[in-house]
């Protein structure tokens, strides 16, 4: 918790659940990134948080934006990102919101499949056009499916397919999987890429660039590796395959720039037990699964949290975290092994730490009659 | 599909993703539940459709409403529904919004711990108040968890606690979870119900109403037994553990009642194969599990799928579901065999049918910059 999020708290007293967001701290990420990555080009994924203020701030500071929808492309653009600093990262795309994007101006497109290329070269035409690799990582916290991406034979002849269709093969992306730290899988997809390269090399495309995607993480419940060791071993990975003829190099930090800079403050709704040979309590928060807090699904994401009671001496319990809606799903942490003091009391604010990534957006638009997530940027 | 949503689909042609419902099938399944229930009062479920367009037609033709926020308080009273016909049935409650339903005049109230009938007594002195008891029924689609309701020794000792905190010890609830098909759940559960009633009785306190909660399906992909066989076994559940000495009945259908009156239409935005070996074709919608469709959540809730290319004699294929998020856990079905036509094409439209319960009002805020799902009464 920075002091200004702490001072905002205790002044203003906003009423519970709302997300207080600390542009400062979204601005030393980013130039933290800057400073240990300076290859790379910060395209900042809005789908994280697609606040007008931080897009805004990004901007001003030259940041590029990874937008994965046409509201997307329009938030940027009003907040002053120029479209030639858009990447149109979404892999499934109507044909309306392509010639939309391309209409205003933006020339970098995603793709992993032939239909795409198809949309693409109607109404992007002469764009310049990545392919993303389908990779399977392991080591991250947020489920990596085989929804994005083809495999490498594939690739290969889908950049040929977008030359013939008049579109630049420009280069490659993939992702090693959100909130990923296990360092080694950059240098796999890094290889997996390099060998790409080459092949298409020989049938006389160069392509010129090589979209990192994102994974790096935001601080949850188990510690992660800085920013410099991510740095280390991308830079590591690129040199290796690459040696000194290296790509352009883009990167898609979500998570990783805003997670940390927001807090969630939440009361205590209810505290009981179901039976009287229960050991834990289920705490009941103003904020479950349908809020903001969607990224709790099969416990994936485990968030740090913390109450005004948590110090040394305090004696604390086991409890099961469930959110205030009537639906049986909407249960936080059950088989995480969470504790809170015992004598957390109704009423009592809880903070969940590390919530400025994947909160408010995802938040339902009424679900059980409750509003969307509050927010506020500082 | 009713005439009216195809006469509605083909005349509008409403921009896709949407959900056009059907008021006349909401109606009609509300006079089959009074007809082959007569002596139970229908308090629909808010959360499983908030339209005021439903809550206005209920509340005219005589229902009462299960509520389960503020907001849902505001809603039905504005809809027109009588402060006196409202049920607050989240057992989950600020005492702010207790204060806020007593002073409106709401007079029934759920509860399952001490902590509640605390907040209970203070905020809605007098008021008549139902326990919920514990269920882990097996059966229903939608996982039902240990989140709601308390054991049946401790529900005795809580509703004696009731009576002496100054609150009116009225009945006991329970529900056997959403999309019950195993009829025999309701004979166990109303068997617990009377024992508890026996137990009341014993120390002077004597319980006058049952609610028998939702559990009524809507008809997804597997089918399911008619609103009669249910309002049978209902019946002879408290026939046989109550005799002739029958309590006032409440039941809370949601689901039930709306799911079958929605038909969701979508857009295929993407056909695709990940590698030359796969055999089933990914077909990416422009709906997905944040955009309303979060019953898919672990392939629970499989609503049945059609395209205008079904029909006898189409060759179909197996096919992996996906919404158009950059999300890779926005996959709606992967395992559960869904296969659609092999001539399938980007731009068909695909209907996705009983989507009138828990879509609208799950859907995201913005997620991906996507709007919310829209919806039409007509």
Known sequence: MT????RFLEEVRPPTPCVVV???VIRDNYQGLR???PLAQVYYAVKANPAPEIVAMLATMGSSFDVASRPEIELCLKAGALPERLSFGNTIKKQSDIAFAYDKGVRLFAFDSEAELDKLAVAAPGSRVFCRLLMTCEGAEWPLSRKFGCEIDMARDLLVAARDRGLEPYGVSFHVGSQQTDLAQWDIAVGKTAMLFTALNQVGIELKMVNLGGGLPARYRTEVPGIERYADAITHAMTNHFGNNL???????GRGLVGDAGILESEVVLISKKSYRDEARWVYLDIGKFGGLAET??????YRIETDRDGDGEESGPVVLAGP???SADILY???GYEMPMTLKVGDKVRILATGAYTTSYSAVNFN??????AYFI
Chains 1, 2 share one sequence.
Request: hydrophobic content about 40%.
């Open 35 to 37: 400073r240990w990555l």
């Open 369 to 374: 009659g409750f509003e969307p997530l509050k």
């Open 334 to 336: 059950e088989k995480a």
């Open 22 to 24: 600390d542009l400062d």
């Open 297 to 302: 699904m099969d416990e994936s994401i485990k």
């Open 3 to 6: 002091d200004k999020i702490a």
């Open 247 to 253: 790509p352009a190099m883009i990167i898609e930090p």
């Open 325 to 327: 809606t009537c639906d």
